[in-house]
């Protein structure tokens, strides 16, 4: 009787029994801890580091749990968090005074803007967060991005080590774009080299979000800004088109670009390169967001410009759309759609990662 309650199922072997658990989708993490609560032998193959490898092998891109939410500096809004899985235990409390700048690599990056500019790097699953103090020059409107510094990592669950901070601004007056590259192994800044363009027009770029590919990180703040990170070199070059939009990743890893243009058609483009270089921007397809969203957001005429996209999910095929009663998940490769927030803030940091909740119990001593 002893053995029939410790394991249910004894003639299941431990290796279908995991096969079966990769098999759960990554974005419903409660349904990992349910099964964890079943039986030892099951807690003992949810808590195994191996398990945790081959399931992220198995599933390959991470899923988005949770969205940080970045307000209006000038209004003092802060950022927020609202959770998109079944179960995220560590869900981070609102932060009134702080700012979302970056969600990469299992961390998050908030700014804190006073007399001089703080960072601060959170792991959202444990709570775990570690300050930074700001650049030299100390600006006041700068974009940020946070990545993994582990080599050889696949940054999908590489939470507690080190990482790197990418800050990049632009003095307007001056026609100058600066930047620094931050590494939490030898906490020192390093200066990167700066581009001087008088003729170029800018926008507000406080928070701008970023895309990392291979080692390289892009920015929007009008123009595009690349900043190589082996070289600590920055370099610009055009939009697709003089228009609000985001940048992204798109198909085999390659930059890309979305924008919503003529009032409801979202149009994605790809920067394409040749043999000896860069040849330019592409257009892959065009996407009429009234087919997918609700039609409640096209009934009145005052709305007709108020699609933007809000956010992107890197690496993934997700993108957010605010509309004029809140956000939407739409992922472009299904043509799914879901609603996530009723919100107006004007950025979205989607957190992307896998999140094994027995895996994060045993490795805090829950189990024992």
């Keep these: 009787m002893d053995e029939l309650l410790e394991d249910p199922f004894p003639r299941l072997l431990p290796e279908l029994v995991e096969e079966v658990f990769f098999r759960i989708p990554p974005d419903e993490p409660a349904s990992l801890v349910r099964a964890s609560a079943v039986c030892k032998p099951w807690r003992r193959i949810l808590a195994g580091l191996g398990f945790r490898r081959r399931y992220r092998k198995f599933h390959g891109t991470p899923p988005v749990l949770g969205l940080f939410q970045h307000g209006n500096c000038l209004l003092r809004k802060g950022s927020r968090f609202v959770p998109t899985s079944a179960l995220f235990l560590a869900q981070p409390d609102d932060r009134p005074d702080w700012f979302a700048m970056d969600c990469r690599h299992g961390r998050a990056l908030f700014a804190r803007i ?31 991005a946070v990545l993994c510094a582990a080599q050889g990592c ?40 700066s581009l001087h363009h008088p003729n170029v027009r800018y926008t507000n770029n406080f928070g701008a979000p970023s895309v990392l590919l291979g080692d390289a990180l892009y920015f929007n703040i009008g123009c595009i800004v690349e900043c190589q990170l082996g070289t600590l070199r920055l370099s610009m070059f055009d939009k697709p088109i003089d228009h609000s939009g985001r940048l992204m990743t798109v198909e085999e890893g390659r930059l890309g ?75 472009l490769k299904s043509g799914r759609v879901r609603p996530v927030c009723a919100s107006s803030d004007i950025k979205i940091f989607p957190y992307v990662s896998f999140y094994i909740p027995a895996m994060e119990a045993a490795c805090f001593g829950q189990w024992q």
């Design 114 to 144: 006073r007399n001089t500019s703080v960072l601060m790097v959170l792991d959202p699953v444990t709570g775990q967060q570690r300050r930074v103090p700001s650049t030299p020059n100390h600006p006041f409107s700068f974009s940020a």
């Design 154 to 193: 696949d940054h999908h669950g590489s939470q507690g080590g080190h990482f790197r901070l990418a800050v990049v601004t632009t003095n307007q007056r001056q026609g100058v774009t600066s930047g620094w590259l931050y590494s939490s192994e030898t906490r020192v800044w390093s200066e990167l080299t």
């Design 257 to 331: 670009f979305a924008a919503v243009v003529d009032v409801t058609n979202l149009t994605l483009w790809s920067w394409e390169t040749g043999p000896v270089g860069a040849i330019g921007w592409a257009k892959l397809r065009v996407i009429d967001l009234k087919t997918l969203l609700p039609t409640c957001e096209f009934g009145l005429r005052r709305w007709a410009n108020a699609l933007v996209i809000s956010g992107v999910a890197e690496g993934t095929q997700v993108i957010f759309v605010r509309a004029r009663v809140g956000s939407y998940m739409v992922h």
